[in-house]
């Protein structure tokens, strides 16, 4: 606080006879102003947090559905690559008709067992051909079994029908494959839909979701894909040629629940899907996973439709419940409490300097009752005036020592919880660093890194307000000598670095050499330090012809869209990975050429250097 200014004597005017003294006013009530900027500190600062880690969330959920959805889509790739597997060793069965017109059944069977199905595709039950015939097509067929030594071929189930469908091929030669031969399939609905799309269309067909023979007394849910023979040498391009050239159908039965888990096993799945047939109206169920019921909390849902000869499916997926499917965000709950904890201090740090205010308004309230009450008294001893002004001098004094001394104290007081955080994260660091993992270790140096974060901001706080106090003793000064001091001393600190500097000659102002000195150090130092990553740095100091003085460099530079950052406290614009510093340098230039009355202004490119631009009072007599 400065003294008060010499106007006593006019407010202390004689009273006139008759004239009653003024009435004393009583004082105001100190201002809440800094309690309410403190609730507004916590409350934007806890805004802040939760946003931000909202933000981070979403953005870690976002990174985490993505790749759920990557791994759905590979899931979908290996099954198809799987039905392509079955394709080509359907294809293969119906190119050995087109070499043989019908293979007999030894032949057959010596094709099927070079194919090694059982260890190549475990989830089919074999390869097999079915007849295409009319029933006396039929009596031919049973006369040939009969002639050729295999008995009678006995066709299942019995009745007179327009066509047939009898398998005559099934191998691997197994019990189950046995007891499906002679099963006419074109007497069963679902599998005569998918032979006859094969037989008119000349492609591959799938059928619906049927019970294959060898699962008689089982519910598994089967599959077959049919592709049709014509006679040797026939291209049918009709429907009508290719039923007038029809012969069978080559075909693969398989099981979905083997298909399935034969397809995924080279994938490490942490997702559940369920597969439908849904070409009919009503959907129906293919397979499940067992673990699909159960995740009933899933994070993430996706749904995916294919087309594979002729069928339409859909997979229905979900991924595991939200620590499962997203782990990372485990980790951001960390970062959520300490901004929490942050904003809190923050919060403790201006209801401090809030208190203060509100001290250092009851301290004038109470010296502004004083001074009316000695009005009233100067009034009637106007002879006693200059001591009473001795006396408030005095106390203003007073109050001034009492105010910094509280601002020590205050500043005192929050170094003790950042000095017991210190000491005891030491502590912890030291006696149970083997107990913590490498996630508790890193949480402690975020800890202590923090506190002596915290520390060097109070220093900085304690340093800019002091700038505003100081009273300034203005004298001429040369800025060109005192710059050169101020390179030699950088070159000094560090003198294996080449930096090219050029300095102005007769750079002349008037002001506080003190002062002065600092906004130099502080603009040049900023120079130095951010043309370290320039093997060609240069620095210069000069004036241009407006009369502003300037210090340009062409290190790492700023981006012009947030230069009005630059001069307020704490704001910086590069993190302290690459150019350390506590954000006050050029707040406190700032506030120097200010008190000066003169103005600063800062100018750059990312990548191409800065260049800051100030005034200064001119040299007495010019």
Known sequence: MSPPSPTIEREMEPVEPGREPAQ?????????????????????????????????????????????EAATRETVDLLQQRLVNYELTV????????????????????????????????????????????????????????AAGYGLFNVWPRGIRAQYGPILYLEPRTAENISALGFDMYSEPVRRAAMDAAR??????????????????????????????????????????????????????????????????????????????????????????????????????????TEHYGRRWRFDFVSGP???????????????????????????????????????????????????RSEAHVLALNRSLEARVAVRTRELSEANRELESFAYSVSHDLRAPLRAIEGFSGVLGERYAAILDETGRDYLGRVRNAASRMGELIDALLKLSRLGRSELKLEPLDLSRIATEIVEELHAGEPGREVAVDIGSGLRATGDPVLVRSLLQNLIGNAWKFTRSRDDAQIEFAANLAGEFFVRDNGAGFNEAYADKLFRPFQRLHDDTGFVGDGIGLASVKRIVERHGGTIRAEGQEGEGAAFYFSLPAESGE
């Not at 294809?91 to 007999?104: D, Y």
């Not at 039965?253 to 490490?268: D, G, K, Q, S, T």
């Not at 960390?334 to 205010?357: D, K, Q, R």
Request: charged share 20%; net charge positive.
């Open 24 to 68: 004393e006013v009583a004082p105001r009530r100190p201002g809440r102003t800094g309690f309410v900027l403190a609730l507004v500190v916590l409350v934007c600062s806890l805004l802040l947090v939760v946003l931000s880690w909202r933000a981070a969330r979403e953005r870690e959920l976002a990174a985490s559905q993505a790749e759920f």
């Open 91 to 146: 294809r293969g069965g119906v190119a050995l008709f087109a070499t043989v017109a019908r293979p007999s059944p030894l032949q057959w069977r010596a094709f099927v067992d070079g194919l090694e199905l059982p260890q190549r595709f475990p989830a089919l039950t074999g390869l097999g051909f079915a007849a295409y015939v009319t029933p006396h097509g039929l009596e031919r067929l049973q006369l040939e079994s009969r």
């Open 200 to 305: 008119d269309t000349g492609t591959l067909r799938m059928s619906g979701r049927v019970r294959l023979l060898q699962d008689a007394d089982r519910d598994v849910a089967g599959l077959l894909i049919y592709a049709p023979v014509y006679r040797a040498g026939d291209a049918p391009s009709s429907i009508r040629a290719r039923r007038m050239s029809m012969q069978g159908w080559v075909y693969v039965p398989f099981r979905v629940n083997r298909y399935v888990e034969v397809a995924l096993r080279p994938m490490r799945r942490e997702l559940h899907f369920r597969l439908y047939d849904i070409t009919e109206a009503k959907p129906e169920l293919l397979y499940a996973d067992p673990g699909f019921e159960q995740n009933g909390h899933h994070a993430f849902a996706h749904s995916l439709t």
């Open 322 to 372: 939200e620590p499962v499917a997203a782990p990372a965000i485990a980790a951001l709950r960390n970062t959520l409490v300490v901004g929490l904890f942050a904003s809190l201090l923050l919060f403790g740090i201006a209801w401090s300097m809030a208190l203060t205010e509100a001290r250092a308004q009851r301290i004038a309230a109470r010296m502004t009752a004083a001074h009316r």
